[in-house]
C-alpha cells in the first residue's frame, strides 16, 4: 500500500513539473480508497427499475428526482455538503436546487466525468460505514462504458432489478459486461417494486425464480425483495441486515489493486492532457507562423508600394520642375526683350535688370532651390 501511495505522489509531482495539473477528481478517489474502514456500494440498474427510489428510500429524502447524469458519491456524516469534483475544480453547491439541475440527465444530456460528494446524516450509512454511489443508468451505451470507470471504485455492487420484469436478456448483458469489466466485484440483486405484485404466492415464486436464475451468473449473489413505497419495520431491518452482510471486511489487496488501477488511468488521463498541450502549442506555432507569412507579405506590399509612390512623386517633381523652367525661360527671354531695345545703354542694363524680380532655380544636392531676385 505504502509503494502504490509513494508512485501515485510521484506522478502528481511529475506531472505538475511538466505543468500538467493531475486534477482534484484523482487525488479525491486515492484519498477514498485508503479508507479501509469504509465500504463502497455502488448501485447500478437500467432506466425505470427504481434505482433512484431505493437510494432515496435508504437514505430517507427525496434526493434523487430524475436520472443523473453524473457519478453521486452519498456519505454520511453530522452536516449536509454537496460538492462537486472534477479534474479542474472542487466547488461547493450553494444549495439543494442547483445540485438538481447540475445532475439532472434531462437537463445535462452528455455525461458528465465528475464526481458529487453528497454528505448528509443518515444512520444507516454511518452505522454501516457505507457510502452510496449511483451512476447514470446503464440502458445507455455510451454512459454505460463512462460509469464502468468507476466500478473500480466500488467494493460490491447492487444490481436493481424490476420484479414485474426481473433480469431480461438486457440486464443478462449488463451482468455479463460488469463481470467482465470488474471479473473480482462482489455482486448482489434487489428485487424492487416487490409490492406491485399482490398475489404473495406469485411474488414468493418471483423471488425464487430470480435468484436461481441470477445464481447461475453469481452463484454468491445475494437478493433481496423490496419496495421503495413501503415503510415497514420489517422491510428496513431486512435492509438493514442485507446492508451489514454487505459490509464484509475489506482486504488491502484488494484496495490496492483498485488504487493502482486508477494509477494507470491517471497516467492514461496525464498522456491525453499531454498529448492536448502539445497538440495546442503544434497550432499556436502553425498559426504564428502563418501569420508571419502573412506580415512579410504585407511588409512586401507596403515596401513595394512605397517604391512605386516615391517614383511617381519623383517623376511628377521633375515634370514640374521642367514645366517651371520652361515658364521662367520663356518669362526672362520675354522680360529681356522689353528691357533690351535698340537705343539700350549696354553699359547700364545689369541695373535695370536688377530692379526686375526674377525667379532663378538651382539644383543642389538633388534638390531644387528657387530664388526670387
Known amino acids: 500500500m505504502e509503494y502504490s501511495l509513494t508512485l501515485f505522489d510521484s506522478i502528481v509531482k511529475w506531472a505538475e513539473a511538466q505543468h500538467v495539473d493531475p486534477g482534484h477528481r484523482f487525488r479525491w478517489i486515492i484519498r477514498e480508497l ?69 445532475v439532472d440527465r434531462r437537463l445535462n444530456k452528455d455525461f458528465d466525468n465528475t464526481i458529487v460528494e453528497f454528505s448528509l446524516p443518515s444512520p444507516i450509512l454511518q452505522e454501516n460505514r457505507l457510502v452510496l454511489m449511483d451512476t447514470p443508468g446503464f440502458s445507455d ?75 447461475a451468473y453469481v452463484p454468491q449473489a445475494r437478493v433481496l425483495a423490496y419496495s421503495s413505497r413501503l415503510r415497514s419495520r420489517k422491510q428496513q431491518n431486512d435492509l438493514a441486515e442485507f446492508l451489514k452482510n454487505l459490509s464484509r471486511p475489506i482486504a488491502e489487496d484488494d484496495r490496492m489493486e483498485k488504487i493502482l488501477i486508477f494509477i494507470r488511468q491517471l497516467i492514461n488521463h496525464l498522456l491525453d492532457k499531454r498529448t492536448e498541450m502539445e497538440n495546442s502549442l503544434a497550432d499556436s506555432i502553425k498559426w504564428n507562423e502563418e501569420m508571419v507569412t502573412k506580415l512579410n507579405g504585407a511588409i512586401h506590399q507596403l515596401t513595394d508600394l512605397k517604391e512605386e509612390k516615391a517614383r511617381i512623386i519623383k517623376r511628377t517633381f521633375r515634370k514640374v520642375l521642367e514645366e517651371i523652367r520652361s515658364d521662367l525661360s520663356e518669362n526672362i527671354l520675354r522680360e529681356s526683350s522689353n528691357l533690351i531695345r535698340e537705343d539700350s545703354d549696354f553699359r547700364k542694363i545689369h541695373e535695370n535688370i536688377r530692379r526686375k524680380p526674377t525667379a532663378l532655380a538651382v539644383e543642389e544636392g538633388g534638390v531644387y532651390i528657387f530664388s526670387i531676385y
Open 141 to 215: 451505451r455510451n454512459d454505460m462504458e463512462e460509469a464502468l470507470k468507476y466500478l473500480h471504485f466500488a467494493d460490491s455492487l447492487l444490481f436493481v432489478l424490476d420484479a414485474n420484469d426481473p433480469f431480461t436478456e438486457q440486464e443478462q448483458e449488463i451482468l455479463m459486461l460488469i463481470r467482465k469489466y470488474a471479473p473480482n466485484l462482489s455482486i448482489h440483486f434487489l428485487l424492487n417494486k416487490i409490492d406491485e405484485i399482490y398475489d404473495e404466492q406469485e411474488a414468493a415464486e418471483i423471488i425464487e425464480d430470480t435468484r436461481s436464475r441470477v445464481r
Open 34 to 102: 485508503v479508507d479501509f474502514e469504509t465500504h463502497h456500494l455502488v448501485v447500478a440498474g437500467t432506466s425505470g427499475n427504481g434505482k433512484s427510489a431505493f437510494i432515496n428510500s435508504v437514505l430517507g429524502e427525496n434526493i434523487q428526482t430524475a436520472p443523473t447524469s453524473s457519478v453521486i458519491v452519498f456519505k454520511g456524516n453530522e452536516e449536509t455538503e454537496i460538492r462537486k469534483i472534477s479534474d479542474e475544480e472542487l466547488t461547493t453547491f450553494s444549495s439543494f436546487h442547483e445540485f438538481q439541475e447540475a
